[in-house]
């Protein structure tokens, strides 16, 4: 491990939001998830004596595949609990089982309905709780995120982003992970999709450090220009009630070669995945030379375990 991967104490327990971590703390972690990408030889038992658990409530690949491998490469044991049949605070209070996972686990990494259900966990348990997406954030894809955008622009405080569509999880942490590392985000959904005021305000407070601008707007061609072009499903994991209703929304909202060729010309596509190709964007682009998403994809497993490493280490 080099000097710069040393593992700091960072400023909260959890992450829950990305408003818990300081810019700086971000670009710690940055930095270490660069150093294990390029070889994880150093890092292969800094975790060797931690055990993690993961409760899910809702399907997954990547979050699943990318932390227990990601912890299984830094020494830790991983173990995922299935709770797609019954929810977290069912069986038990959710007190209670932060209570009993303590008394053998390192660390909880839990993907849930309602954000509420993490800040009970957190609030019970003595040891960290990781968001593993909820319906309000999932910061560990936008710190994989940041991650990738590092690695395609030399100076992040000079790029625009422009997210297209629903405003709500990965929307969300995105508008956070732009205002703490100053980078310009524009935020473009249909009329009644726009994001939570409350998020919002909170990344335009932290934006007035370090710069960055934050846009909302409707009109798609608001992407013109813009760095990075971001979408995201219309339909997120428990709204498929609602999913004919939102396919008409969002009609208007799909990447296109048109929303591309009208971005910066050296413009990345990025989506969090899973992907439907013909809805939330064409396979032309998805499937095109500037698509990142499988960078993404992998980036989310050293983003992780830089995080792991700084909290656990
Ligand atoms: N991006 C993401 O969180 O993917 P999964 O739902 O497959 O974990
Ligand atoms: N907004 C999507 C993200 C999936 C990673 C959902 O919540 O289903």
Redesign the pocket.
């Known amino acids: 491990m080099n000097t710069m991967t040393q593992p700091m104490t960072l400023s909260s327990k959890d992450l829950l939001c990305l408003s818990q971590l300081t810019s700086q703390e971000i670009e710690q972690i940055l930095t270490t998830a660069i150093d294990m990408k390029n070889g994880y030889g150093s890092f292969n038992t800094s975790l060797s004596d931690k055990t993690m658990v993961m409760l899910f409530e809702?399907?997954?690949?990547?979050?699943?595949?990318?932390f227990e491998v990601g912890f299984t490469k830094l020494g830790g044991s991983a173990i995922y609990l299935d709770h797609q049949g019954n929810l977290l605070g069912e069986r038990e209070s959710i007190s209670d089982y932060a209570l009993n996972l303590e008394r053998w686990v390192d660390v909880i990494v839990s993907?849930t309905f309602k954000h509420d259900t993490l800040e009970q966990l957190a609030k019970a348990a003595s040891i960290p709780i990781i968001n593993?997406?909820s319906d309000l954030y999932?910061p560990?894809?936008a710190l994989a995120d940041a991650l990738t955008l590092k690695e395609n622009f030399a100076d992040l405080k000079q790029i625009k982003l422009a997210y297209i569509g629903d405003g709500n999880n990965?929307c969300h942490s995105l508008l956070l992970v732009a205002a703490k590392l100053g980078f310009d985000i524009t935020v473009i959904s249909p009329q009644d999709y726009s994001p939570n005021a409350q998020v919002v305000r909170l990344a335009e407070k932290i934006a007035t450090t370090t710069g960055s601008i934050i846009a909302l707007t409707s009109d798609i061609q608001a992407a013109s220009g813009h760095h990075a072009i971001y979408t995201d499903t219309w339909v997120s994991?428990g709204q498929e009630q609602s999913q004919s209703q939102r396919h008409d929304h969002f009609a208007q909202y799909q990447v296109t070669e048109e929303v591309m060729a009208n971005a910066d010309a050296d413009a990345i596509f990025m989506h969090?995945?899973?992907a439907h190709r013909g809805q939330e964007v064409v396979a032309e682009v998805i499937d095109s030379p500037k698509s990142v998403v499988f960078d993404?994809?992998e980036n989310?497993m050293h983003a992780q375990n830089a995080l792991m490493l700084h909290l656990l280490a």
Not at 58 to 66: A, D, E, G, Q, V
């Open positions: 809702k399907p997954s690949l990547r979050t699943r595949m990318s993907r593993a997406l999932h560990c894809q990965v994991m969090c995945l899973p993404q994809a989310r």
